[in-house]
């Protein structure tokens, strides 16, 4: 266990701008938290047997980028994020293979269009579960991973590597207050209320409506986690107040014009 390569992968994380990074070894894949666990084939040591540690970097995106969905610049924030994740889980894998450890980074988004996730709603690995193992937060009950310092509203990316690194410890205690604000707001009734794991999303019917606003690039959705009470970002952008997001109200008439504005422009 190499403790100086972690401070080595933790120093090139804040030198790319990467504000969460986390480890956790293959092995806890094999070991169930809950039910249903990550079926056998979509674990790390079973996509690249070489694998000793997953690496999980995360990055937000921005509050006032989301909460203007749909619309297009929570479209093109999102695909900011996911290509910055893409580009330096390759940068760490290249990083490690020159050190002589065998690694590979694992695409952001598994999949090549949302319209393959009403027939087939999974890709070959599933970040969320590896954020998790890694300890960066928990899932709430819209079925992401909330943490700390940016509730829902971070995305994450994997890198797969020979190095055996030392683990952080999982988050044991919720990070979710059961508010049922996400439950209330999807569009679809996409979440049920009983909470992950048993409550799992209708994935079809959110993709269904991910496709939607895909034809007309305002993609993806994103009211589940935009009203997220969770996340010290909230408090960044002084967004703690949850009723912001009810546009009925005036006292926000401000935020909202804004809102209605950037909404008529850049798309369909
Ligand atoms: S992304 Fe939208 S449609 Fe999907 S579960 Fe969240 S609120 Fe519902
Ligand atoms: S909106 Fe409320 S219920 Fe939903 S995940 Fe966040 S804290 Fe949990």
């Known amino acids: 266990m190499s403790v100086r390569l972690k401070h080595e992968i933790q120093k090139l994380c804040s030198e790319l701008g990467i504000p969460l990074v986390g480890f956790a070894p293959a092995g806890r894949w094999d070991k169930p938290l809950f039910e249903p666990w990550v079926p056998e084939e979509f674990r790390p040591a ?18 006032p980028a989301l909460e203007t969905s749909p619309s297009i610049w929570y479209y093109e924030e999102y695909r900011t994020v996911n290509t910055l994740l893409d580009l330096n889980a390759h940068r760490i894998a290249a990083f490690l293979n020159e050190k002589g450890f065998p690694s590979v980074a694992i695409p952001r988004d598994g999949y090549g269009h949302v319209s393959i996730l009403k027939e087939r709603p999974y890709a070959f690995f599933s970040h969320r579960h590896a954020a998790f193992l890694a300890g960066l937060g928990n899932f709430g009950i819209n079925n992401t991973i909330l943490t700390k310092e940016f509730g829902p509203r971070v995305r994450f990316t994997s890198i797969f590597t020979g190095a055996e690194i030392p683990p952080d410890p999982v988050i044991e205690e919720p990070l979710c207050i059961d508010c049922m604000q996400c439950v209330e707001i999807c569009p679809v009734n996409a979440l049920p209320r009983n909470g992950y794991p048993k409550g799992l999303t209708d994935k079809r019917t959110c993709a269904e409506r991910s496709e939607g606003l895909a034809a007309r690039f305002i993609s993806p959705c994103g009211f589940c986690i935009k009203v997220c009470p969770i996340g010290e970002d909230r408090t960044l952008y002084g967004r703690e107040d949850p009723g912001v997001y009810n546009e009925e109200e005036s006292k926000y008439d401000r935020l909202h014009s804004a809102w209605k504005h950037i909404r008529k422009y850049g798309s369909r």
């Open 46 to 63: 079973a996509i690249f047997p070489e694998t000793e540690t997953v690496i999980v970097i995360g990055i937000p995106v921005l509050l």
